[in-house]
């Protein structure tokens, strides 16, 4: 079971949400994750607001062999960043 980290799209038209997600990989977008670890609104002003993550859950899923899509890795990147 290839277990990947990867956004979510949630929310009206024209007006995105994402979920974080840890899903299998064979799993279509809008398939059952196995969890969902957080929430990123990329309309929301406030850099520090926009993505919102439980980071001991993230963690415990890459140690477990999880990888994270390239857009959640640079997501978790820049949120890790004091402002």
């Known amino acids: 079971m290839a277990v990947v980290i990867r956004l979510q799209r949630t929310g009206k ?9 840890a899903i299998e990989k064979t799993r279509g977008a809008t398939g059952k ?6 929430s990123y609104n990329p309309r ?7 993505v919102q993550l ?3 859950r993230y963690e415990v899923w890459i140690k477990n062999g999880a990888l994270p899509s ?8 820049h949120a ?4």
Do not use: D, F, I, S
């Not at 038209?13 to 997600?21: A, D, G, I, L, T």
């Not at 929301?44 to 926009?50: A, L």
């Open 44 to 50: 929301v002003e406030n850099e520090g607001k926009k």
């Open 13 to 21: 038209p024209k007006q995105p949400h994402y979920r974080v997600v």
């Open 33 to 38: 994750p196995l969890e969902v670890l957080g």
């Open 80 to 83: 890790a960043k004091p402002a």
């Open 54 to 56: 439980n980071k001991e």
């Open 70 to 77: 390239e857009t959640v890795a640079n997501l978790v990147k």
